[in-house]
Every structure is written in structure tokens, then in C-alpha cells.
């Protein structure tokens, strides 16, 4: 404990924090070295005494915590003894190590209580026993902050602080610079600086890091005592030249021309401290990251030099420094990854251990750079501890070439089951990234994994296997088969119901695709008779799904179903019904639009809106497209993945998503009662003005059946000045018609106000719906009070040019994921289909033109076709949406790339219109 408290009182993770942090690792490393050597020293005699003892501890219940049932009251009612003369040392010190222990223990102590206690322990300076004291400092540090008056006890620290037992005296500054505010700092400065100085280490340490520690408060007397900082930094002691170093660069961290000249002068002269060193290399990269990581830089050039020096801590922190600048290249990081490279073949463990998780870093950016340590790495598989070897080997599998994947797996089965869960969730991903970059590979990887998915482990363990296979069957179809076989043998002993539902889930996506689905049937019904209603749920969903795409294997799907109606669980019944009414009726719209893709409104918008048709009976029926879209893609959801146990155990009032905040908003506003429902808001608000000037201004665009809102959300940067009855003026391209602004009453400064424009869409050309708008912001100006706010005048007109606005197709079409998208294409007929052969001059990639094209019309890409094979000059991307007003809408686009990119589309659509809009926005 006391040694976990003595490294927290002088580390911290950065430079900009704690008071001495630029060195933290280091230091932590030295003191842990410390504990070790003094554990190892007393490792003979510690074995002793459990051997001669051991019984007996045994026989006594030996070995628990003395201090475990203390009681508050007790303990403090045993602090009277501190009153009684004379003092037992031995006693009183036991008293303030439970003192102590309770105050760790988080235990609270009263105000009242605590300065009782504390008064009565100021008694105890009259005792010389060196023990009892240092046990008195450490008290009065702890109850400095709940005592009252604790600055009473200043006048025995400071004569201990300014004795001549050097034991105190170091100590007796940490407890007094605890207890001393900045109104009383001044009575001790004199004692400060000569403590900063002092030929005792101790004492200049304890002086130095106090210091540190009062910076936060009283900065300016600190800023003082610079001169004897930098005296102490040529001492020779290390830990003093590191805290004194620590000091004056906390002083000067907000000067970054001050820490550059201090950089340069301790580097120049070199330093003897391992830990300044290392201090020195985080500020030097941290000037560097301000200065954008200029490479000519002399900081740069010190950074490369502490490669070369004699600790190794300080060439491991060198080495650290330059593989975490940004923007680094293979060439710049060599000389940093070679250090690495002979610290793999160190004897010591930690080392070793620091190196290959540095390349491992490394490996991830700049796997070409880590190709040289290959050899070296491979001798660290076999390392008898077993976390290098898991990051030896995830760090080949980044950087392996293609031919040494066969023995690499060979490798890692040799000790995947001496490793932990939690390392083979390491070894698993590494492996899912190496299927992405090989893909011809899936063979060789998808054997290794499905024998790892064998093996016992836990649900994160196989759900990272599950991914992973589930991940190679998406990105390589030759390897669909061979993962869904692995899958189906894995659910057979399944005991995760979350994976087994995912996994049928995939097979009725999947299955019904594949050469010859029949035999993935067994496998899923198998679950319908053996497994409980969860999976026996989804297996019902999965059968259903082979039975809409396959007409041969329908009457068998049927006959199962129908056995499945006399199921125990009503949500196994109530399913199989469904579905065996849906699949009856044998008409591939239903198929597509009930079991193949399913509904795709939000689920808790549905719920609401069901809610609110009930409370407010009405003549209409039910419209289904009042209901907002599902925020989510349908994949990311997964409805068959999820446990029918969860989903009942969920709250009842579900979180309203960010379309229905804005719905409830907009509808607030009389001008909006009659638009109807809200069809989309703009995913991220659009700046019509810099951040930096003096209003800022952030547009969302909110569409409707009929009507766009714009929502402009101001905020006045001016404190001088409040504005009123604020408003923006539009002027489109197109045949948009502006119909009302509903301004922002006041905007104060720095108080953010919300004003609106309503346009009416266009009419006489619904087509054109792509346009450019001309924005002017309005507003009444009242010079006001900075202080109070008050304004003083009446005020006068002014204008705000803002940029320009854009309307675009993408506004009009809201994104969904159509599972089946040929399910989805029949569904919707070719009354209203068009086709259009387009040329994409300026585009010369296919990836190019895929994503400009998903990203130019808002639809969603379906059946991973955004994703372009490598050396293919042909491709087909298939997309899908919902046009405003809530008509589905389709597009099949085949590209085709020789000097240029051909592009014929291909649009479906239940209305005319959302088709010829496609069409003229693409042309």
C-alpha cells in the first residue's frame, strides 16, 4: 500500500498531467525493481517461517487480516491513549496504522471526529521514537482534508523540516506543503528553497515533488523558486535531477519557447538521470506533435539519439516515442524497430514482453516495416510466457506473407490451449484480419478455426470464432459452403443461445442460396425438436425463409411447419402459423414482403404510433408509412438473433430515437401542424458559417411528404451584443417555393436559439428536386452590458451572409437494407421500371464509382455489392430506399470499366415519380 501511494504521489500518465508524470513508467519500473530485489532478499527467510509456522497458522487460522472487523468507534475511542504520559510508542503507532487502514478503507470520518482525534495526535510529537513519527506524518497528511485546524501542527514541522535528523526532515516537508494554503506559504518559502537545494537527496526530492503538488494552487510563489530548480537539476542524484526537471518543466509547459530552450539546454550537457531522460523524450514529442511533427526538427534528432544510450529504459522509450508520431514513415521508423528487434532476444522477460507489443503496434499501420523481425518473432512463439507468444504470433499473422500461413497455424495449435480466453480472442482476430488481406487462404484458416471452435471456451471466445466465420462466408463466397457446414456442426452442441439463434439466422439467409440446400434442413429442425423455445423460435424462422425461395423443397417446409403449430412455447406457434399461412398463399410478393425481408419501420416508432391511433379513434385506418424507418440497418438488428427471454425482460418505455425527438419538436410549432409525418431529418447538422466567427450557424434539413423544414440553430459569439427576432432568409436555384421563417425570438450571447424556414416542394417539376439555396441571416442588434446582459438602446436592422445550402437527391431517400434483394425486386414489379446508360468521365476506378454513386443518392447498399473484387472490370451494385411519402425504391446499377466507367441503372419503384427522379438526378 505504501508503495502504491508513494508512486501515485509523483506519477501521472502525460506530460500536461500530475505533477510529475513525464516519467511515470520509468519510475514505476525502478521501484518495482526495488520490491523485487528486497522480495527476492527475503524470499529464504519468508520460506523459513512458512515452513516452521505453516502448521501452526493453520491450527490458529493464521494469515487472515488483522484489521478486518475493525470498528470506527472502537478505534477512535483507543486514540484517548495518545493523551496518557507516558507515551508508548509501540502502542500509539498501532493505533495510527488502524486510523489509517479505516480512512483506505474509505471509511468516513466526521469532522468532528477526525479533529478530535487529530488534536490528540499532535501529543504525540513529544516522543522521539523514529517510527512513531514518520507514522505521525503520514496521519496528518491523510487528515489534512478532514480535520479542522490542522495548521496548528506547522510550528513541530517545521522544526522538524529544519532540524538535523535527516530522517525527518524530508517527510516533514510533504506533511507541512499538505496542510499549508497559498496564505500561509510565504511564512515557509525560505525553508522551500533551501530544501530544493539541500545536499540530502531525500529532502530535495520530498522538497522538489512538494512543490509540484502546490504548483495548482499557488503558481505564481512557485514560479519563484526556479533558480534552485535548476540548481538541483545538476545534482548527481537521479531522482533529484528527475523531479527538479519535472518541476521546471511544469512551470514552463504553457511557454512552448521556455521548454524548448530547456529541452535543448539539458540535452546539450546530457543528463545523468535515466528517468530525466525519458521525461525529456515524452516533452520533446509532445513539442513535436504541436509543431506538426516536423522530422528536421532538433527534437526529433534527440529523440533518435536516446537509441544509442546506455539504459535500456531510455532506448525502449525512444523507440516508444517514434513508432507513436502520427505520419511516421517505413524509413523513419527503421532505426526504431531494429532497437526493438535485439530487445526480442533479451534475456529479460519484460523487455521482450515490451518489444513485441510495440511491433505489434507497429505491425498494424506499417506491417512492411515489422517484416525484418519475422525471425525473431518466431523464436518468440514458443516463449515460456505465454503473453509474448500470443503477441509474437498475432503480430506474424499481420505481417506473415501468404506461404507461411501453413505453418504459422501450425504454430499457434501447438499452444492455444495453454493460453487464456482472452488471448484467444487476440489470436482469433488477428486471424479474421488475415483472411481479409488472403482470402484464397479461407481454406487453411477456416479448418483452424472450426477445430478451435471445438474446444471448450467461453461465450466470448466462441462468439469471436462465430464472427470470424461468419465475416470469411460474407467477403468470400467460395468459402460459403465449407462455413456454413462448420456452423450447422457447431450448433449441434451449442450451448449460447445468442450464437445458435445467429447462426440459424445466417443459414435461412444463406441456405437457400447455396447448391444444394436440402442438407442444412436437418441441422435446423434438429434444433426445432431438441433445443428450447429461443432457438426453436428462430430454427422456425430459418425453415420458413428455404420454403419462400425454394419451391421444390416447399411441401417438405410445409409438412415441418405444420408440426411445429403444436409447440409447447405460443411464440414457436404463433410463428409456424404465420408463416405456413404466408408461404400457402405461394406469391412471391408476400413471400418477399413478410418472411424474406420483413418490415422495415422502427419498431419502437410502431409501437408508438399503434399507442397513439388507440388513444385518438379515428375513421382512417392504420397508415403504415406514418411510421418512421428503422434508424438501424435491418443486419445490425438481427430480430431472429435476439432471445425471446430478452427481449421480454427489456423496459417499457423505450428510448425515443433522434427522428422522433425532432417529430415532437417540429410538431410544438404551430406553421407545422399540417405537414404530416416526418419522413427524414439530415444525419448531421450542416455549418453555414465558420466556427470561429461571430455567429455560428448549423442547418438541419427535416423532409416531409409534401414540405422541407429547415432548422437553423444559432448561436451568438458576441457578449456586447443580444440579438432579436432572428431569421433566415432563402433564395432557391429551383422551383422551390419559401412559405414562411419562424423566427428566434432572442439570442443572447452564448446561449444557443433555434429559428425556421418552411418551402414547399416543387410542383410544377417534381423532379427537380436537387437546389442550391442562397441564405441571408436577419436580425434586430441591442448592445448590451457584458456583465449583466441588460441591453441599453433600441437597437438596429442588420444582415448575416451565410453559405450557400444544398439540397440534394439523398434528402429526399431514406436508406434500408434489404436482406433478399432479388425477393425485394419481384415484390415490386416493373410497372414503373426504367433503364438509363450513363458515362462517368471523371471517375476512372470502379471502388470510385461505387462509392459515389451510394453516396450521391442516400440508398443503402445491399448484399455486401458495395464492395468491388480486385481485378474485375465489371460489377453490379445493388441499392435500396424508401422514397418520401413511403414508396419503396430499387436500383440495380452494372458498371463497367475500360478507358472510363459505363454505368447502365436500372430503377423499380410502386410510383412513377421516385423513378424519374433517380434518373434525371443521376443524368
Avoid at 546506455?310 to 521508423?333: D, F, Q, R, T
Avoid at 526480442?344 to 522477460?349: G, T
Amino acid at each position: 500500500m505504501r508503495l502504491r501511494r508513494a508512486l501515485g504521489y509523483v506519477a501521472g500518465p502525460d506530460p500536461g498531467s500530475g505533477p510529475c508524470g513525464t516519467a511515470a513508467v520509468p519510475l514505476l519500473r525502478a521501484a518495482l525493481a526495488l520490491a523485487e530485489d528486497l522480495l527476492l532478499r527475503c524470499a529464504p527467510a519468508r520460506t523459513a517461517m512458512l515452513k516452521k509456522f505453516d502448521k501452526k497458522d493453520e491450527e490458529s487460522g493464521g494469515g487472515t487480516n488483522p484489521f478486518q472487523h475493525l470498528e470506527k468507534s472502537a478505534v477512535l475511542q483507543e486514540a484517548r491513549v495518545f493523551n496518557e504520559t507516558p507515551i508508548n510508542p509501540r502502542k500509539c503507532a498501532h493505533i495510527l496504522t488502524k486510523i489509517l487502514y479505516l480512512i483506505n478503507q474509505g471509511e468516513h470520518l466526521g469532522t468532528t471526529e477526525a479533529t478530535e482525534a487529530f488534536f490528540a495526535m499532535t501529543k504525540l510529537f513529544q516522543s522521539n521514537d523514529p517510527t512513531l513519527r514518520r507514522m505521525c506524518y503520514l496521519t496528518i497528511k491523510e487528515m489534512s482534508c478532514i480535520a479542522e485546524d490542522v495548521i496548528i501542527v506547522t510550528s513541530s514541522l517545521t522544526k522538524d523540516m529544519t532540524g538535523k535528523e535527516d530522517n525527518y526532515r524530508g517527510p516533514a516537508v510533504r506533511a507541512l506543503c499538505q496542510i499549508t494554503d497559498s496564505t500561509m506559504l510565504q511564512a515557509i518559502e525560505r525553508y522551500m528553497k533551501q530544501a530544493i537545494v539541500d545536499k540530502v537527496p531525500s529532502v530535495s526530492s520530498s522538497a522538489l515533488v512538494s512543490s509540484l503538488h502546490l504548483l495548482r494552487g499557488s503558481f505564481d510563489m512557485v514560479k519563484r523558486w526556479v533558480n534552485e530548480a535548476q540548481e538541483a537539476a545538476s545534482s548527481d542524484n537521479i531522482m533529484v535531477q528527475y523531479h527538479a526537471l519535472g518541476l521546471l518543466y511544469h512551470v514552463r509547459k504553457n511557454d512552448r519557447l521556455a521548454v524548448s530552450k530547456m529541452i535543448s539546454k539539458f540535452t546539450r550537457h546530457g543528463l545523468k538521470s535515466p528517468f530525466a531522460y525519458c521525461m525529456m523524450i515524452r516533452v520533446a514529442s509532445k513539442q513535436l506533435e504541436e509543431e506538426d511533427g516536423s522530422r528536421d526538427s532538433p527534437l526529433f534528432d534527440f529523440i533518435e539519439s536516446c537509441l544509442r544510450n546506455k539504459h535500456e529504459m531510455v532506448v525502449y522509450e525512444a523507440a516508444s516515442a517514434i513508432v507513436n508520431m502520427p505520419g511516421c514513415s517505413a524509413k523513419e521508423l527503421a532505426p526504431a524497430v531494429s532497437v526493438l528487434q535485439l530487445f526480442c532476444s533479451s534475456p529479460k522477460a519484460a523487455l521482450r514482453y515490451a518489444a513485441v507489443r510495440t511491433l505489434n503496434k507497429v505491425a498494424m499501420k506499417h506491417p512492411s516495416a515489422v517484416t525484418a523481425c519475422n525471425l525473431d518473432l518466431e523464436n518468440l512463439v514458443t516463449d515460456s510466457n505465454r503473453s509474448i507468444a500470443t503477441l509474437a504470433i498475432t503480430t506474424l499473422l499481420k505481417t506473415g506473407s501468404e506461404s507461411s500461413i501453413d505453418r504459422l497455424m501450425k504454430q499457434i495449435s501447438s499452444f492455444m490451449s495453454e493460453i487464456s480466453d482472452e488471448f484467444k480472442v487476440v489470436v482469433v482476430q488477428a486471424i479474421s484480419a488475415l483472411c481479409q488481406k488472403y482470402p484464397r487462404k479461407h481454406a487453411v484458416l477456416m479448418n483452424f478455426l472450426f477445430t478451435m471452435l471445438r474446444e471448450e471456451g467461453g461465450f466470448e471466445y466462441k462468439r469471436a470464432i462465430v464472427d470470424c466465420i461468419i465475416s470469411i462466408i460474407e467477403e468470400n463466397s467460395e468459402s460459403k459452403e465449407t462455413g456454413l457446414s462448420h456452423l450447422c456442426e457447431f450448433i449441434e452442441d451449442c450451448e449460447f443461445t445468442v450464437l445458435a439463434t445467429r447462426i440459424l439466422h445466417l443459414l435461412g439467409q444463406e441456405g437457400p442460396k447455396t447448391n444444394n440446400p436440402s442438407k442444412y434442413i436437418r441441422f435446423i429442425y434438429n434444433r426445432v425438436v431438441l433445443e428450447h423455445e429461443e432457438v426453436r423460435a428462430g430454427a422456425v424462422s430459418a425453415l420458413a425463409k428455404f420454403g419462400a425461395q425454394n419451391e421444390e423443397m416447399l411441401p417438405s417446409i410445409l409438412v415441418l411447419l405444420k408440426r411445429c403449430v403444436m409447440d409447447d412455447d405460443n411464440e414457436v406457434r404463433d410463428r409456424a402459423t404465420f408463416y405456413l399461412s404466408v408461404l400457402e398463399q405461394k406469391q412471391k410478393a408476400l413471400n418477399a414482403g413478410y418472411i424474406l425481408n420483413g418490415l422495415t419501420v422502427s419498431i419502437p416508432g410502431l409501437e408508438r404510433a399503434l399507442q397513439q391511433y388507440t388513444l385518438e379513434p379515428s375513421e382512417k385506418p392504420f397508415d403504415l408509412k406514418s411510421v418512421p424507418l428503422a434508424t438501424a440497418p435491418i443486419a445490425e438488428q438481427r430480430p431472429e438473433s435476439t432471445p425471446i427471454a430478452a427481449a421480454v425482460k427489456q423496459p417499457e418505455k423505450v428510448a425515443a430515437t433522434r427522428q422522433e425527438i425532432f417529430q415532437e419538436q417540429l410538431a410544438a410549432v404551430p406553421e407545422f401542424r399540417g405537414l404530416g409525418p416526418l419522413f427524414k431529418s439530415s444525419p448531421e447538422p450542416v455549418a453555414l458559417t465558420e466556427s470561429e466567427t461571430e455567429y455560428v450557424i448549423r442547418c438541419t434539413k427535416h423532409t416531409f411528404t409534401e414540405h422541407m423544414v429547415f432548422q437553423f440553430d444559432c448561436t451568438n459569439t458576441l457578449n456586447d451584443q443580444t440579438l432579436e427576432n432572428v431569421t433566415v432568409q432563402m433564395e432557391p436555384t429551383e422551383a422551390y417555393e419559401v412559405l414562411c421563417c419562424v423566427p428566434a425570438q432572442s439570442l443572447p450571447y452564448n446561449q444557443p436559439g433555434t429559428c425556421y424556414t418552411l418551402v414547399a416542394l416543387p410542383k410544377e417539376d417534381p423532379t427537380a428536386v436537387a437546389c442550391t439555396f442562397s441564405c441571408m441571416m436577419k436580425f434586430t442588434v441591442k448592445d448590451c452590458d457584458p456583465t449583466t446582459g441588460e441591453t441599453d438602446d433600441e437597437g438596429y436592422e442588420d444582415e448575416y451572409v451565410l453559405e450557400d445550402l444544398e439540397v440534394t437527391v439523398a434528402d429526399h431517400i431514406q436508406k434500408v437494407l434489404k436482406l433478399n434483394f432479388e425477393a425485394a425486386w419481384d415484390e415490386v414489379g416493373d410497372e414503373f421500371e426504367k433503364e438509363e446508360t450513363f458515362t462517368l468521365s471523371t471517375i476512372k476506378t470502379l471502388e470510385e464509382a461505387v462509392g459515389n454513386i451510394v453516396k450521391f443518392l442516400g440508398m443503402h447498399p445491399c448484399e455486401r455489392s458495395d464492395k468491388v473484387p480486385e481485378n474485375k472490370n465489371t460489377h453490379t451494385l445493388l441499392l435500396a430506399g424508401v422514397f418520401r411519402g413511403g414508396h419503396d425504391i430499387l436500383v440495380r446499377s452494372r458498371l463497367l470499366l475500360l478507358d472510363t466507367v459505363t454505368m447502365q441503372v436500372t430503377a423499380r419503384s410502386s410510383e412513377e415519380l421516385p423513378v424519374d427522379i433517380i434518373l434525371a438526378s443521376v443524368g
